[in-house]
C-alpha cells in the first residue's frame, strides 16, 4: 500500500482535524486524529508526524504539505446549503419579489409582476389584507390592488398577451422559458427604479429549477441579478411576493374581463371541461383564427374543443 509520512506544524493539524471532522475514524493510541477519505487513511501523531497510507496517499498529501497552500474548505457530509435559498433576514428585510398569474389558464395571458417593499412598509400591507393571492376571492384581490396601488411602492407589471404568447411557443419557446423572461424583465425594470443599495435581495416564486432558469437568460444574453434568490410558495413567506401576487392576479383577472367582453361571453379560468365548450362556442361562432388571440392555443383544450364540433 502506497505511503507517505510528512511532518507538519501543530496548526496545520489543528486545520486539518476541523478539515476531516466528518471522516473522523477511532484515534489510535499516541495519535490526535485518524481520518478516512476515498483518497487515504490519514494518522496525525503527537509528534507531528502525519501518516497518509491508501489508494491516493499523495493526492491528499498534497493538501497540506505545500506551505503557501491554503486550508481547503471544510468537508460537509451530506450538509450542503443551496446558495439560491433565501437568507432569513430577506425575508423580514426590504426586497424585491415577483409572481406570475395565468399560467395553467387556457384563456387569458400570463401575467407577471415584481414588487420592491420597505421593511417598514410590511405591517400596512398585512393590514390591508396583501397574503398569497390563491386564497382570496376575485374581489377582495381587486380590492386590495386598489389599495397597494395607491402606496409608494415601485413595481412592474408585464402581460404577454395570447397572440405574442403562442407567436413565442411556435418559435420554440416553452412556457417555463417565457416565465423565465418575464420575471427577469419585471424584476430589473423594479432594480432600474430604486436604489440597489436599499434592496436585501429579489426573490422569485421558484417555477424551475434554478440552473434552468439561469439558462434561459443566459440564452437571451442576459445575467441573474446579484442577490437573487427562489423559493417555492415565497408568497407564503415574503410580503413582497404576496403583494407581486396580488398585482399580477388583478391584471389577469382585467385581462379576462376584455376578452369575455370580446368574445360576448364570460370565459372560464383554467383548464378543464368547461373550457372546452367555451373554446368551441369560439371557433364556432368567429372561427378557429380568434383563439389565437383569446387562449394559449397549444393546450390540450385546443384539440378537445375541434372534438366538440
Ligand atoms: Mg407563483
Redesign the pocket.
Known amino acids: 500500500m502506497p505511503q507517505q509520512v510528512h511532518v507538519l506544524p501543530p496548526d496545520t493539524i489543528e486545520n486539518m482535524k476541523t478539515y476531516y471532522t466528518n471522516a473522523l475514524k477511532t484515534t489510535p493510541q499516541g495519535a490526535i486524529f485518524r481520518a478516512k477519505t476515498a483518497n487515504a487513511v490519514i494518522t496525525a501523531y503527537k509528534s507531528g508526524k502525519v501518516l497518509f497510507q491508501g489508494k491516493e496517499p499523495a493526492a491528499e498529501a498534497e493538501k497540506w504539505t505545500n506551505a503557501n497552500t491554503k486550508v481547503p474548505k471544510r468537508q460537509e457530509k451530506n450538509v450542503q446549503q443551496p446558495p439560491y435559498t433565501p437568507p432569513d433576514t430577506l425575508l423580514t428585510g426590504n426586497h424585491v419579489g415577483s409572481?406570475?398569474a395565468g399560467t395553467g389558464d387556457y384563456f387569458g395571458p400570463i401575467t407577471t409582476a415584481a414588487v420592491f417593499i420597505k421593511k417598514d412598509q410590511t405591517d400596512l400591507l398585512k393590514e390591508l389584507g396583501v397574503k398569497d393571492s390563491k386564497n382570496l376571492s376575485d374581489e377582495s384581490i381587486r380590492k386590495i390592488a386598489n389599495d397597494i396601488l395607491k402606496l409608494d411602492m415601485p413595481y412592474s407589471l408585464l402581460v404577454l398577451r395570447n397572440d405574442k404568447y403562442n407567436n413565442l411557443q411556435q418559435q420554440g419557446w416553452s412556457q417555463g422559458k417565457m416565465k423565465t423572461m418575464l420575471h427577469h424583465h419585471a424584476v430589473t425594470n423594479v432594480l432600474s427604479k430604486i436604489d440597489p443599495t436599499a434592496s436585501e435581495g429579489i426573490l422569485i416564486?421558484q417555477?424551475c429549477e434554478v440552473p434552468v432558469y439561469k439558462r434561459y437568460i443566459a440564452a437571451e444574453n442576459e445575467r441573474l441579478p446579484a442577490k437573487t434568490y427562489f423559493m417555492t410558495k415565497a408568497?407564503n413567506y415574503s410580503i413582497a411576493v404576496a403583494a407581486a401576487?396580488i398585482i399580477a392576479r388583478t391584471s389577469f383577472l382585467k385581462e379576462m374581463d376584455q376578452l369575455s367582453k370580446k368574445a360576448g361571453f364570460t370565459l372560464p379560468k383554467g383548464a378543464s371541461g368547461k373550457v372546452d365548450e367555451a373554446a368551441a362556442r369560439i371557433i364556432k361562432s368567429k372561427g378557429r383564427g380568434v383563439l389565437n388571440s383569446c387562449a394559449k392555443t397549444h393546450f390540450a383544450n385546443t384539440k378537445k374543443a375541434l372534438h366538440l364540433l
Open positions: 409572481d406570475e416564486d417555477f408568497e401576487s
